[in-house]
T-cell receptor, first 112, second 112 residues
Framework: GDSVTQTEGLVTLTEGLPVMLNCTYQ???????LFWYVQHLNESPRLLLK?????KRTEHQGFHATLHKSSSSFHLQKSSAQLSDSALYYC??????????FGAGTKLSVKP | EAAVTQSPRSKVAVTGGKVTLSCHQT?????MYWYRQDTGHGLRLIHY???????EKGDIPDGYKASRPSQENFSLILELASLSQTAVYFC???????????FGPGTRLTVL
């Protein structure tokens, strides 16, 4: 079945440094939908980015990601981390009419 | 106004008791989902539904039942609550062809 792997459980950064959170996936389907959700403390997850187009960069709120079907990856990046970026980040995969698959999540902690 | 609401927002239950968590959405979405979130396990899918009067098992359905009496409402039922079911439960909805998950505020369940 489908699966999503987020290799980092915790990423700790100093404010101003670049952010990169890894996401790789496995699926037998050729047109998956990939998502990044962000969850701040005591809140519910909300959508940050989504894509289903190969090799097209998608951006929102300073974050960006590119779906690469050749490497089954959808890494999340930001050029300069802010204190307010501290949160839990989930990568997720959905194929038509199949149950969504979430990665285990990466906690991003940004320090001054 | 919130499009996905959950009730109760928090609940303390006794071991062996019956617990019902309710979810209501005004998004006019066909798909609805129940997840649990535990520290260290991320979001795990319990049950989901594509249409009223039909439910599907997710990744961790044991000990849970679900009911979808209408497009707007989706309930999660714990017939015999156990200590291991202490967690935060999120309901979500999504639309056909888009698959972005819209999450409710969550219910914090404590089983004593």
């Amino acid at each position: 079945g489908d699966s999503v792997t987020q290799t980092e459980g915790l990423v700790t950064l100093t404010e101003g440094l670049p952010v990169m959170l890894n996401c790789t996936y496995q699926t037998i389907y050729s047109n998956p939908f990939l998502f990044w959700y962000v969850q701040h403390l005591n809140e519910s997850p909300r959508l940050l980015l989504k894509s289903f187009t190969d090799n097209k960069r998608t951006e929102h709120q300073g974050f960006h990601a590119t779906l690469h079907k050749s490497s089954s990856s959808f890494h999340l990046q930001k050029s300069s981390a802010q204190l307010s970026d501290s949160a839990l980040y989930y990568c997720a995969l959905t194929n038509n009419n199949n149950a969504p698959r979430f990665g285990a999540g990466t906690k991003l902690s940004v320090k001054p | 106004e919130a499009a996905v609401t959950q009730s109760p927002r928090s609940k303390v239950a006794v071991t062996g008791g019956k617990v019902t968590l309710s979810c209501h959405q005004t998004n006019n979405h066909d798909y609805m989902y129940w997840y649990r979130q535990d520290t260290g396990h991320g979001l795990r899918l319990i049950h989901y539904s594509y249409v009223a009067d039909s439910t599907e098992k997710g990744d961790i359905p044991d000990g849970y039942k679900a009911s979808r009496p209408s497009q707007e409402n989706f309930s999660l039922i714990l017939e015999l609550a156990s200590l291991s079911q202490t967690a935060v439960y999120f309901c979500a909805s999504s639309d056909v062809g888009d698959y972005e998950q819209y999450f409710g505020p969550g219910t914090r369940l404590t089983v004593l």
